[in-house]
């Protein structure tokens, strides 16, 4: 399981690559988000294409830069992404695949583009994008569940949403985000962990929680950690992903889609 985290200091994102996550993720997403998330206590970034330029002077793991939704400003943004030394861009809030093939062209083979699956009109059109040649594709829960007008964060994990968008995807698949082993709340990362085993993700990204969780950690213990915990979850039995998955859906609520294990 790859880990990327988010964070723009140059020696927490040295350590953590150096213990064996696989990179780091810088965010320039904020146009419109202080509205569209009013009320959800979310988490809203505002880094900086400095910020990109360090992390990238500091790590030598992927650095992932999350720009703006598609419009008139993203041809600056991904040529500064670029610029500035990003392995790959990542695109938020995509609706149309117009929105991909256009930011695909302006990327022109010079880094990765990935897609964050964070809207109904995604959902329902992941097939069609899943087409495109894209370096990823994640499921973003907190702008579903806001675009959705749900309650619940970790729904699409059990009513069938997240196993439909996995099918139609071939690039790594990612969706949720998980902390140190043993902990995480509402839901135990250890479920979040079982569902990413279960439906084949190759990737993931840290909760924000992770970050406050690792203070006064060594991050050469716990990335490890982290990776043995994904691996033993991967070894399950079908019984024991199946009590896990009746965990979760206990601890979410909600009628279950059919158990269908990677």
């Avoid at 690559?17 to 997403?29: C, F, L, N, Y």
């Avoid at 206590?41 to 990109?52: A, S, V």
Wanted: charged share 25%.
């Amino acid at each position: 399981m790859q880990l990327y985290v988010f964070t723009v200091e140059p020696g927490l994102a040295r350590d953590v690559v150096a213990a064996g996550a696989a990179g780091i993720v810088v965010d320039w997403e904020n146009r419109d988000k202080v509205r569209r998330q009013q009320g959800w206590g979310t988490e809203i970034n505002r880094h900086t294409p400095r910020d990109l330029e360090r992390v990238r002077a500091a790590t030598g793991g992927r650095v992932l830069c999350r720009i703006n939704a598609h419009g008139p400003w993203t041809a600056d943004e991904v040529r500064a992404a670029v610029a500035r030394g990003a392995d790959e861009i990542l695109l938020p809030m995509v609706r149309r695949p117009e929105e991909v093939d256009r930011t695909l062209d302006l990327v022109d083979g010079r880094c990765g583009l990935g897609i964050l699956v964070e809207t109904r009109d995604a959902v329902e059109r992941a097939a069609e994008l899943a087409r495109r040649p894209l370096s990823r594709v994640y499921v973003g829960l907190n702008d579903l569940r806001i675009d959705r007008g749900a309650t619940d964060l970790f729904t699409p994990l059990v009513d069938g949403t997240v196993d439909r968008v996995r099918a139609a995807v071939d690039v790594p698949f990612g969706v949720a985000g998980l902390t140190l082993p043993g902990l995480g709340t509402p839901i135990p990362t250890r479920l979040i962990g079982a569902e990413l085993a279960r439906v084949g993700a190759a990737f993931t990204f840290l909760r924000r929680s992770f970050i406050a969780d690792l203070a006064g950690r060594d991050p050469a213990v716990e990335v490890p950690r982290m990776h043995a915990a994904s691996a033993a979850l991967r070894a399950r039995t079908l019984e024991q992903v199946r009590a896990d998955r009746d965990a979760l859906l206990a601890a979410v609520g909600g009628t279950p889609a059919p158990l269908q294990p990677a």
